[in-house]
């Protein structure tokens, strides 16, 4: 059965250090991979997203992403934080018209 | 961008009332979801609509979750009578196409039944 695993529910990093934010997913066939972003009051946003090529996927606000088949992950990273980027992080697995599977998010914090 | 809004942010009611949760999805969008997120789990899919019907429902819509979007107005979550077990965020999103693009979302519904 398809999945998606993100095994850090809480992440605290300095500001202007890099990220990465963890997601494993498991699936059968070709994963559609979206990572959204939720700041608080807001509703979901997407980030970038992964349907097929080039497996490192550029997204908004100098977000990354890069699709590992062999690792079943698809991880997001930046290279520097900002503390705007506050917010909680959602990876989540498109399997079958609309039907998203997420990851239980990950909060980030960032410190000053 | 886009923008789906869901009415009301926020809803507290007693348990065996009624409650209507309201989303107004993307203008042009032909496809409607509700999501729900008890605290701390997982989002989870519920159901998805299309042409005035449901297409297919997860095992968590009950038999006392409706949906509907009467003559292109809001797309509606009725729950009816509500449970405790249904506290939680309820999510709507659409998309204009049913493959696997991008969704977009509303800020939820936080339900508080008490």
């Known amino acids: 059965a398809q999945s998606v695993t993100q095994p850090d529910a809480r992440v605290t990093v300095s500001e202007g250090a890099s990220l990465q934010l963890r997601c494993k997913y498991s699936y059968s066939a070709t994963p559609y991979l979206f990572w959204y972003v939720q700041y608080p009051r807001q509703g979901l946003q997407l980030l970038l997203k992964y349907y097929s090529g080039d497996p490192v996927v550029q997204g908004v606000n100098s977000f990354e992403a890069e699709f590992s088949k062999s690792n079943s992950s698809f991880h997001l990273q930046k290279a520097s934080v900002h503390w705007s980027d506050s917010a909680v992080y959602f990876c989540?697995?498109?399997?079958?018209?609309?039907?998203?599977?997420f990851g239980q998010g990950t909060k980030l914090s960032i410190k000053p | 961008g886009p923008k789906v809004l869901q009415i009301p942010s926020h809803q507290i009611i007693d348990m065996g009332q009624m409650v209507t949760l309201n989303c107004d999805p993307v203008s042009n969008h032909l496809y409607f979801y509700w999501y729900k997120q008890i605290l701390g789990q997982q989002m989870e899919f519920l159901v998805n609509?299309?042409?005035?019907?449901?297409?297919?429902k997860s095992k968590l819509f009950k038999d006392q979750f409706s949906v509907e979007r009467p003559d292109g107005s809001y797309f509606t979550l009725k729950i009816q009578p509500t449970a405790l077990e249904d506290s939680a965020v309820y999510f709507c999103?659409?998309?204009?196409?049913?493959?696997?693009?991008?969704?977009?979302f509303g800020h939820g519904t936080k339900l508080s039944v008490l």
């Open positions: 999103a659409s998309s204009f196409q049913i493959s696997n693009e991008r969704l977009f």
């Open positions: 609509f299309y042409n005035g019907k449901v297409m297919e």
């Open positions: 989540a697995l498109n399997y079958n018209q609309g039907k998203l599977i």
